[in-house]
């Protein structure tokens, strides 16, 4: 079904409303308004139910907290350390993405 302008106009705004609310809170470490905001953007953009979309976006959430401490070793040159971090955002999203593409068959 071919959506119209206006719908296109709704949809594309909700989506960057719910990209920068994840970032802003992704930025100010509120873990759970960050978590919020991107199981709606995966609601609105895979067409998935808030439960799932919420269940698939916690390993996401965790990668970028990992995230986090990965960039702080690495800036305090830390560089073993800030490896392990890496790995383990690897890991998280790896997780993410496998549970995404089933989520979507």
Do not use: P
């Not at 067409?47 to 401490?69: C, E, F, P, Q, Y």
């Amino acid at each position: 079904m071919k959506m119209s302008a206006q719908e296109i106009e709704r949809r594309a705004k909700n989506l960057a409303e719910c990209e920068v609310g994840w970032w802003k809170a992704h930025h100010r470490d509120q873990i759970k308004l960050m978590t919020e905001n991107m199981t709606k953007l995966y609601s609105l953009q895979f067409g998935l139910d808030m439960k799932t979309a919420r269940n698939i976006v916690i390993s996401r959430v965790t990668a970028a907290l990992w995230h986090n401490v990965a960039e702080e070793e690495e800036d305090n040159n830390k560089e073993a350390t800030s490896n392990y971090y890496w790995n383990k955002v690897n890991e998280n999203l790896f997780q993410h993405f496998k549970e995404l593409l089933n989520a979507q068959k």
